[in-house]
Every structure is written in C-alpha cells, then in structure tokens.
C-alpha cells in the first residue's frame, strides 16, 4: 500500500496545521507512532465532551471510591501503597482464541497501528509466539481473586467497531453505570469511528465471568480526541445499561487530581488486561512514578496490548484513587492520560448523567 492510499494520512491532512510547532501537546513518546505524529494545538474546546449519540463544574476535589453492596475489603496499614495481594492461587486460564480465529489485539492498533503489521498479527498463532518469549524484568503479579475488592471494579473490555472487526482493552467502574477507558476504546476512527458495542466485563478470570457482563451501546470521549486525535485527550467512557448498574452492586474506583509534587514520591498501581497472558486474566504491578506534565504521567510498570484504558491509582489512607487511564505502553515502560482539572470535570459530569 502507497503511503498516500492510507486513511490515516487523509485524516492528518483534515486536519488544522499548527503555526507554532511549540504549540503542540506534550504527549508521551511511548505511545506515539507515524500514525499519531500530527496533533494540532490544543484549545479549551478540546476538552468538550461529546457522545455517541449526540456529539455534542467542577465539583469536589475528590472522587470518592465507593464499596458497593458486596462491602469494603479488609482491613489494611494506612500507610500502604501498593496492594496487598493474597497467596498465589490456581489460574483459572483460557487461551486467547481458537486454532483458526483471529487474534484479538489492542483497539491501540485500530488508531496507531500500522495497518499491515496488525493485519499480520491478527493471523492465528504469530502473535502467541511473539508473546511466548519470556521477559526477565516483567514483574507483573497475576490477580486471582478478582471478586475481591479493588480488582473487581477493573473490567476486560471486547470492543466491536462499526466495521465489525473486535478489539480488546480495559476499563474501571468510576460509578454505578459508568466505566472510564481510554479514548481509542471507544472511538476507533480508522475503523468508522464511535464503536458500535463494547462487552464490559468486571472481575474477568479466564473461563469464569463471576458478574456475567454487560452489552453497552452508548459512550462518551471530548473534542480533543475525536475532532484531532489528541494523545493529551485521549479518554473516554462508556454507559452502561440500567439493568447492569455495576457500580452499586461492586462498587467503584474513586478519582483525583493530586499535584505533580505529591506523586513525586508515590507508588503507581496499574491492573489491566494484556493479550500477552491467557485471555480475560488480571495482571498488576506498582511502580514509582517517571515524569509527568498536565495531561500525561509515564512510568515503568510492564505492559501490554489489552491494557488501554487500565486504571492507574494510588492508594491514600487505605482508599484507591484512579489518577489517570493507560494510553500505551510496552515491556520498557508505559504512559496514562493523566486526570487534570477538566478530565476531572468531565468524569464527575459522565457519572452524574450516568447514575
């Protein structure tokens, strides 16, 4: 294919040239790739929210999480940081697809991919035996009880595009019908925009589905992502139906917008899905953080396809606080949309009109 018959050059031409390259948005270079590299500058319009049915004040300083009737977890040091995981326990393991399906990958690749290297590892057994290569730095830890609170609030996504083509990514419960995830989970551009459903499915665990799932048709995402394909604005969120109100049944993740000097010191936790382990299996890691500007935050936790849209929270006195969504990554580090004033904003609204 000619670089010119590509769609994602047509859609760079659309859009608006930047006069002042210093203009552009100080997205992470982890989960930049040619398809990404033209932004325009960003503007307050760019943090508009618009919806897949119409596209279309800041409340507290704090999101607070919220237990569900299922209760709050045990009791833990106030000053921890990281997750206090249980002893390990049998992996209840399903393999990613069958011998003659496709390989689902990350909806990442339905933006950002190169469209002949996605069509290669979308083949059955390429993109298994790429994963099957052992890593020795990845430390990520398999999560085995995933009914327990917070990992239960952290849900696998299976998204189908307008195309019919299906991706994979991760989501968290922010509130009793609304799942955050990243913007690209939602709004597929290059695969005829809004997704036309997404299964959410909280405390996946291989084979067992212990909530079942939900078929959700009605999403959320700002300007900044949809109209200029934003790497700062790339988040988004989905509706869940009102006979699927998750978030009271298992409760919720809550949200923040600490300043750059309180993470300076603090540990990440990130929980998601990767295509690299057996589908529909929850994997964790906590790190310190790396750099961060307004709108992103990088870090060095091991990730994979099938994680965009992972939450990543702190834990502050003994509540989780998601503080931004993964956007993209890889086994040498991984960079998240960060929760700034205005994601903040949108979060509280989309919960709001969701509940």
């Known amino acids: 294919m ?38 325009t500058p960003a503007s307050p319009e760019d943090d508009a929210p618009v919806t897949s049915e119409a596209p279309g004040t ?4 704090i999101g607070a999480p919220v237990y569900g009737e299922l209760a709050p977890p045990g009791r833990m040091r106030r000053d921890l940081e990281i997750e ?67 990992w239960r609030c952290v849900c696998g996504l299976i998204i189908t595009a307008a195309d019919g083509s299906q991706w994979l990514g991760t989501g968290w419960l922010a509130g009793p019908c609304l799942v955050v995830t990243a913007g690209h989970c939602v709004y597929l551009p290059f695969r005829g925009g809004w997704a036309v459903e997404i299964e959410v499915i909280p405390g ?21 992502w949809v109209h200029k394909l934003s790497l700062a604005h790339n988040y988004g969120a989905i509706v869940l139906p009102v006979d699927r109100r998750y978030g009271e049944r ?13 993470l300076r010191e603090r540990a990440l936790n990130l929980a998601g899905y990767p295509c690299d382990k ?46 931004g969504a993964q956007t993209g990554g890889d086994a040498a580090g991984s960079a998240a949309v960060r929760i700034n004033e205005a994601m903040f904003a949108n979060l509280s609204r989309w919960k709001r009109e969701s509940a």
């Open 58 to 61: 800041w409340e507290e300083e």
């Open 84 to 150: 206090p995981l249980s002893p390990p326990a049998t992996l209840l393991t399903a393999p990613q697809t069958g011998a003659a399906e496709p390989y689902l990958l990350d909806a990442w690749y339905a933006t950002f991919g190169h469209p002949g290297l996605t069509a290669r590892l979308q083949r059955p057994g390429l993109a298994e035996a790429l994963f099957s290569v052992p890593d020795p730095h990845d430390l990520r830890v398999a999560i085995t009880d995933t009914t327990a609170y917070p």
């Open 204 to 224: 996946w665990n291989g084979n067992a589905r212990p909530f079942e799932s939900a078929i959700a048709q009605s999403f959320r995402s700002v300007r900044g």
């Open 278 to 323: 057996p589908r529909g299996t929850l994997w964790y890691q906590a790190r310190r953080l790396e750099m961060g500007t307004e709108r992103t935050l990088e870090y060095r936790i091991t990730t994979a396809g099938g994680e965009s849209g992972a939450p990543i929270w702190l834990l502050r006195n003994g509540e989780r606080y998601v503080i």
């Open 250 to 262: 298992l409760g919720s993740l809550g949200f923040m917008r600490p300043s750059y000097r309180d």
């Open 2 to 39: 000619e670089a010119g018959d590509d769609p994602r050059e047509e859609h760079n031409r659309r859009q608006e040239q930047p006069s002042d390259p210093s203009a552009l948005p100080q997205a992470s270079g982890r989960s930049s790739s040619p398809w990404s590299a033209t932004l």
